[in-house]
């Protein structure tokens, strides 16, 4: 990957707006992981910004045996401040002459299977972020799992990242973790409906509507 006067000062503005992570990826082939009525309108903006926000583990560490207020409420703030930091870059993007499209860092298109306009976790894959794990989450040689992700798409040329080459080895805390038994050894034995019925749970326990978190594999991923 090269380095570029205008990615450098897009990475100091994220860095400024508190984020953690910030990478770049053409965005071509990733469009399989987009929606179909959103791959129109992205048509016209080939590369990708992917910026990362690591959680809490303090607050993490109060979970035990599901989500809780304090993870709630840390979970929407930092999916605000995700919104907030594409919102900023995407403006300097613009007073550039060039186009910028933020997508929200935690808006379903079609919640019965928590899909959105496109996958951060396959964008940050692709802007050298980490690898998927066992979980499906996208997981950072140093965070873990710990991160929250937004995504802006563009068409201001950038140096792409290259993707991490690595797997998540012999660490299996995220099956051990799940109180759905939804994780397997492999991505591709996500059990996703198991998953979104113990959210389901959790939000009529916690009576907080339609908000589906958990956090429990998210605390047990701490990265290597």
Same mark, same amino acid.
């Given at each position: ?12 503005? $994220? ?5 953690? #992570? ?20 992205? $048509? ?6 992917? #910026? ?28 605000? #401040? #995700?919104?907030? =930091?594409?919102?900023?870059? =995407? ?47 996208? %997981? ?9 992700? %937004? ?25 051990? $973790? ?41 605390? =047990?991923?701490?990265?290597?």
């Amino acid at each position: 990957m090269g380095e570029s006067p205008e990615r450098a000062r897009l990475e100091a503005s $994220a860095r400024a707006a508190g984020m953690s #992570l910030f990478g770049a990826a053409e965005a071509g082939p990733l469009r399989a992981t987009f929606d179909p009525a959103f791959v129109q309108t992205a $048509a016209r903006l080939p590369y990708a910004l992917s #910026l990362g926000l690591a959680l809490s583990g303090p607050i993490l560490e109060t979970l035990s045996d599901g989500p809780n207020r304090l993870y709630y409420f840390h979970y929407r703030a930092a999916n605000n #401040l #995700l919104d907030q =930091a594409a919102l900023r870059l =995407a403006g300097e993007i613009q007073a550039r002459g060039k186009q910028a499209l933020p997508v929200p860092a935690s808006q379903f298109v079609n919640p019965d299977v928590l899909a959105g306009h496109l996958s951060h976790r396959a964008v940050g894959r692709a802007a050298g972020h980490g690898w998927i794990g066992r979980s499906c989450l996208l %997981v950072n040689p140093y965070y873990g799992a710990r991160v929250r992700y %937004v995504t802006i798409l563009t068409d201001l040329e950038l140096p792409a990242n290259a993707p991490v080459a690595a797997d998540c080895g012999d660490c299996r805390a995220c099956v051990e $973790a799940c109180p759905a038994g939804a994780i397997g050894e492999r991505p591709e034995e996500f059990d996703l409906a198991r998953c979104i019925a113990k959210l389901e749970e959790f939000a009529r326990r916690q009576r907080w509507g339609r908000q589906l978190i958990c956090g429990l594999c998210v605390k =047990a991923c701490r990265g290597r």
